[in-house]
Structure formats: structure tokens, C-alpha cells
């Protein structure tokens, strides 16, 4: 049992990294190689602002969603000044710098030996430390988020964003700021990313960059592919075939050691036949370009 | 009639090419002037100096009574200049409707803020909006693209829709980049209708056009450039 909501908790966590980057991706068009950043971001400042000032999680998550907004105006900045595969290469940058600082800012971070100790968060006394209680937690975070997507999706703004992606020369023509359309969906984008940090990092209770690499990027975009970008049910289905994966192998009898390496091969291959013969990903209304 | 843009000695230099020398004219509201020349007259680079997207190296741009001269394309756009590109530039994965509406001058509901702490206000503006947008696709006789998705309309008629955007953006001025190329007869003649009809309701338009013939149809007064100058007015 406890397994299974240990399960529950990572695809909570996934589910919340799809529905980001699909903001980014998916909504304003802007191929992201850095979303692990936030998740970083908003890991890291939860994990320092607990284990070396003493915070609440319920003053370090706000923090860590603030400085994650910060982190955002960065890359609207760099979205107002570049597009599509000059962004993608300037968040590639962004992604190797952050890792460059957690890695070596071993005062502050603690660099490769990570940070542990991190205490769970509490609700009016009551600890939320077992995997039942996260997963519940989690659940209620994703929730949150599916019904903000349900509201937000159908908003006058979402639909400037989505026009914004499709021709920002347009929107430019027609006297609107394309600009500030890009950067409040880098700013939402960021702070569902940093939810996702801070519930990892109080989750596991421990944290190093190597949670947080290219790689980590890479996935989350591939579970966006997969899943299809431009709505809610995509990035979800995504994370639910990335997660659910290796159970389905375990009933193939592979041992866990196997299994782990066999998922990202499965993954790749399921990703090679969605780019070859669903572009649009199983659930896509958008083209990733 | 007043006047609504007058240029004063626009000038336009780089790297030893002049594309726009010394261009003075100005144009009445609720006109319709056809610009013609060769290509490389300098018609395009007016265009960009008009609407910002280029600074001008010698010279100025008033509209209405204003000056334009170093403001930028967006809020040369914003005051209601408004620029259509020979290709017609849609959101091609939103509605008809949704393009309209998208290209409403003010729609409160694009502010985060507004959208947290105002919904309702919000809501009530979308439904006139929307209202609005299908009042204009009737008038034109589209009203049956209205929920068909942009991507999917035919090259005539994302022609057309993006028209009835600038329609319902309140465009004064809008300056049209060859907007009869690759259009049939037919489309042509309703694009024309289009045209006056929006002329007779206010706004005022500029034409680069190389079907001349057709566009004079339609047209109160014609500029022709050679090698970036005014050489007919």
C-alpha cells in the first residue's frame, strides 16, 4: 500500500511539472530546455529557507514561489529578446548555469552532498510525513492546479497567450505587447514548477542537483510530447505513461534493476513512434515547433 | 475633410542605400490613397517608417496632428495604425471568432489581475465582444467561419477574416500590403466591397497594390515612387 501512494506522490509531482511546461510549450510556444530549473528553484530555496533558517514550510513555499516568479522575469526577459530555437539554446544556458550554482555553491547549497533534514510540512499540528498524508497533500495541489487550467484555459488572457504563440507579429500589429503575454505564461509556468519542488523536496526530505540536471528538463518536455501539448488531459496522460511504466513491467517480472533502465528505453521508443506517427502527442492540440 | 497623416521630408538611409528619400504627402480621413512602384521603389520600407518598425534618418510623421517620429511599432499601433501584411497573419489555432476577438483594441479580460478581481466585469465584456465579432462576420457575410478553426480557412478567406480584425480592432488607419496578390476575382470584388464599406464608416486606408487597375477602382488618390522618391502625386 504504501508503494503505491509512494507512486502516487512522484506522478502528483510529474503531473505538476507536464502541466508547466505545457504553459510554456504548449500554450505560449516557447521550447523550454530549462523547466528543472524551477523545480530546482523552488526545491532549493524550500530546503535552505527550512533546514538553515528554521522556516515553516508554509513560509518557505511562498518564498520559494516568489524567488521562482524572480527566476521568471529572467527568462521573460530573454523570451522579449530572442525566439524559438535562440530561446530553447538560452534556456539550454540557463539550465547549465543553475546546475553550475547548486553544484558549486557548496556553502549555500551544499553542492554534490546535497541537503537532508528537511522537515515536512504540518497542517494545524498534524505532520504530513507518511506517504498517505503526501499523497493527499499532493492530490490536493494537483487539483488545485487542473481546476485553475479548467478556469484559466477558457480566459480571455490564455487565448491572447495561445494568439501570441501562434504570431507574435500580429498581436504586435494589433497594438498588443506580445512580451508581457509570453512573460505572465513564464510566470505561471514557473510557479507550478516550484509547487512541484517544494512538495519533492519536503517529500524526500533530502536534495541534490542531481534531480535537477538537463536531463530532468529533457524529460519533462518528452512527458509533454508524449502526452500532447495545449490542454490539460495531455501533460496528465504524459506523466501517468512515465510513471506507470515500470509498474507494467514489474508484471513482466523484470527485476527492479532492469526495469529502471528498461522504462527509459520504452519511453524513448514511445516517443520516436508519437514524433514519427502522432506529432501532436496521444491527447496534443498543438504542434511542438 | 481633415487631415489624418502627413509626412514631412521622410528619409530613410543605410549603408549607402537611400530606399526612402525625402517623401512628403499627407492623406485625408476616410481616404483610400493607392501607392504604386516598381519593387525596391521603397513602398515597403514607407510602410516600416509609418508604422514604426524602421526610424526614419531624416524627417517626420504627424498622424493625427501628433507626432509618430521615434515612438515604437506598439504604441503606433495603439494609437490605431495598424498594418496587414500580404500574407494574411491569423492565429491559426484559435476560431474565427477568437481572432476577432482577440484583435479587440481593449479587452480587460487580457490582465491577469483583472481576470482574478474582476471576473464578472470580464465575463460581461466577452459576451459583447463575441457579439460583436459575430455582428461582424454577418455583416460581411462570414458569419458561417465564425466557429471554424483559422488554420483551416482557405487563403481568400483567412484574407478576408483578417480584414474584419482590423474592423473590430477600431483601426484609423490601416495600410495594406498588396492585399488583392493571390486573390481570385471574385475575392477581389469582395474585398473591394469590404474596403469601401469600412472607408464609409471611418477608417482610412493606404494601398501598396500592384493590380492597379483594380485597386484605382477604389482608390481616391494615387502616389507613384520611383527609387524611394515621389514621383506623382
Redesign the interface.
Known sequence: MNYFLHISVLLEIYILLALSANQKVGLSGLLTLAQAVFYGVGAYVTAILITKLGFSYWLAMPAALLTCVLVAFLFSFIAGKVRDLYFSLATLAIQIIFFSIVYNWISLTNGPYGIAGISSPEIFGLKINSPGSFALFGAVWVLFVVLFYIWFLKTPLCRMIQATRDDQIAVLSLGKNPNYYKGVSIIISAVIAGIAGTLYATYVTFIDPSSFTLDESILILSIVLIGGAGGIIGPISGALIYILLPELLKFMKMPDSVAANMRMILFGLLLVLIVRFKPKGIFGKYLIK | MSEILKLEDLSKSFEGITPVKDVSFSINKQSITLITGENGAGKTTLFNLI?GLEKPTKGHVHFNGTSLTGKS??DI????V????QQP??????SVW??L???A?R?S????LS?IFNNRA?KSE?TKLKQKAIDLLRKFGLEDLSDQNAGELSYGQQKLISFC?IAM?GTKLALLDEPFAGLNPQTIDRLSDMIVKMKEEGMTFIIIEHNISRALKISDSHLAMREGSLVRE
Open positions: 508604422t511599432a506598439l499601433a495603439r494609437q490605431g495598424i498594418r496587414l501584411y497573419r491569423l492565429f491559426k489555432n484559435l477568437e481572432n476577438v482577440s484583435a483594441h479587452n479580460g487580457d490582465n491577469f481576470l470580464v466577452e480584425m480592432n
